[in-house]
Every structure is written in structure tokens, then in C-alpha cells.
């Protein structure tokens, strides 16, 4: 029996910055007139919407700013 994997690939952008020290990765494309985006590797941040990819990329540095903890 041999497994089938399907994959859905959007064209976008990898937008990399810091956050407290931990390098992060948001995946920003374009739907419409919206673009929307998340974080690499990190599901507990929501999906986010923006009018703009840079709006979108401020928006889940903030997120990850309010929501970081202490370590």
C-alpha cells in the first residue's frame, strides 16, 4: 500500500527577523487584495491579515513581543 501526500504551496515571501534574541521567520503571501501570514515552525501563533505584507510581518512581531515569556 503506498501512502499519498498532497501539499499545498503558495507563492510568497520568507521574511526573517529577531525577537528577544530568537531569530524567526514569517511566511507572508498574497490572497486577493489581502495578505495574510504566519510564523515558521510555530502554530500557537494565530494566522494574521493585513493590508500589506509589511503590516502583516509588524503584526506577528508584536504578537510574538506581547506574548513572549520570561525565560
Known amino acids: 500500500m503506498s501512502s499519498k501526500f498532497s501539499r499545498v504551496q ?4 520568507i521574511y526573517h ?3 528577544n ?9 498574497q490572497l486577493g487584495k ?3 501570514g504566519r510564523i515558521e ?4 501563533v494565530p494566522l494574521t491579515t493585513g493590508r500589506s505584507a509589511s503590516a502583516v510581518r509588524d503584526m506577528l512581531q508584536q504578537w510574538l ?5 520570561p525565560k
Open 41 to 44: 515552525g510555530d502554530p500557537q
Open 17 to 19: 527577523f529577531t525577537v
Open 65 to 69: 513581543i506581547a506574548h513572549d515569556a
Open 10 to 13: 503558495r507563492p510568497g515571501h
Open 21 to 29: 534574541g530568537v531569530d524567526r521567520a514569517a511566511f507572508i503571501w
Open 34 to 36: 489581502q495578505f495574510h
